[in-house]
């Protein structure tokens, strides 16, 4: 019979101690073990399941969760070495009768995939905005918004303002296929819109326009190439030298929140991503909750404190 599983906190500890005195792993290898299996245990509590029900089907909709979000291969080459691990030492130790990790299978490390930008790095591109120019609030709104909300660009520049409701701190976005998803905002992104809208007052609305946020100065739409190029302009000032686009934001949105500790489900539902394996979760996850993973878990809601 196997040994109880029921203390996750004291199987943990018993795995890290296995880690460290017999395993002899190096410190950030150990570290980002733990870390691995801390975002799995979080993921299971999400789904309402214990260790004890991990089979590899259930494996296989965490790891395609991470790949829905975007997670680097790489990323997901070594989270996928840390549950093997893990796995490992409960079958060993007899917490587990079988191994379900067993036929997981890395990705192929050769596929590229956009860079994620840092928060010092995001911080430096909204510092060279010009705040003197006509357009110096638009464009800050713009760039927290897609970062803050995770958003397409093609979702950004259609944004709807019956859709957004900045008391309550959400918008309603419509997605791929005509879809439309409720997205809780930072309180960044909401402070800036804000500020953006007197700006917008003042613009010679365009018909067929009135109700689009984002304009451009002849009271048009913007274009997802505008948008393009005031990211890449902005990030060329900020001397950031990745390979940058508008999804570059949407993919640190979902890295940050992910790093974060926030709920995999939570994420791939404000993103708007679907897959046989999460569709059902998306219909149960509670709008409170909801908010609360980005209120919890966004940097932009979580400011470092003055010493």
Do not use: W
């Not at 089907?57 to 691990?85: M, N, W, Y």
């Not at 709104?141 to 397409?152: F, N, P, Q, V």
């Amino acid at each position: 019979m196997p040994r109880s599983i029921d203390d996750i906190s004291k199987v943990v500890d018993s795995y890290h101690a296995y880690l460290l005195l017999e395993k002899g792993l190096a410190d950030n290898t150990r570290i980002s073990y733990d870390e691995d299996v801390m975002k799995f245990l979080r993921f299971l509590k999400g789904e309402s399941l214990t260790l004890r029900d991990t089979t590899p089907e259930v494996l296989h909709a965490f790891l395609a969760g991470l790949h829905d979000c975007h997670i680097s291969p790489r990323t997901q080459a070594r989270i996928i070495s840390g549950l093997k691990s893990f796995f490992k030492f409960l079958k060993i130790e007899g917490y587990m009768d079988e191994n379900p990790s067993l036929l997981l299978q890395s990705p192929r490390l050769g596929r590229h995939l956009p860079d994620v930008l840092t928060i010092k790095e995001i911080d430096e591109m909204i510092s060279c905005i010009n705040m003197s120019a006509a357009e110096g609030q638009r464009n800050r709104a713009i760039i927290e918004t897609l970062y803050g909300c995770g958003l397409r660009v093609s979702e950004l520049v259609n944004l709807d303002l019956a859709h957004v409701f900045l008391d309550e701190k959400y918008v309603i976005v419509k997605g791929k296929g005509s879809k439309e998803r409720m997205v809780p905002m930072s309180d960044v992104s909401v402070e800036e819109i804000r500020a953006y809208l007197p700006d917008r007052s003042r613009l010679d609305i365009k018909p067929g326009e009135e109700n689009i946020l984002f304009l451009n100065r002849r009271g048009r739409r913007l274009s997802r190439v505008m948008i393009f190029y005031i990211i890449k302009d902005l990030c060329e000032l900020a001397g950031i030298r990745k390979s940058i686009s508008p999804h570059t934001l949407r993919h640190s949105f979902a890295s940050h929140l992910l790093e974060g500790g926030a709920n995999l489900r939570a994420i791939q539902q404000m993103l708007g991503h679907e897959s046989i394996a999460t569709t059902e979760i998306y219909l149960h996850i509670d709008r409170r909750a909801l908010r609360q993973e980005i209120l919890e878990h966004h940097p932009r809601n979580n400011p470092p404190r003055e010493a």
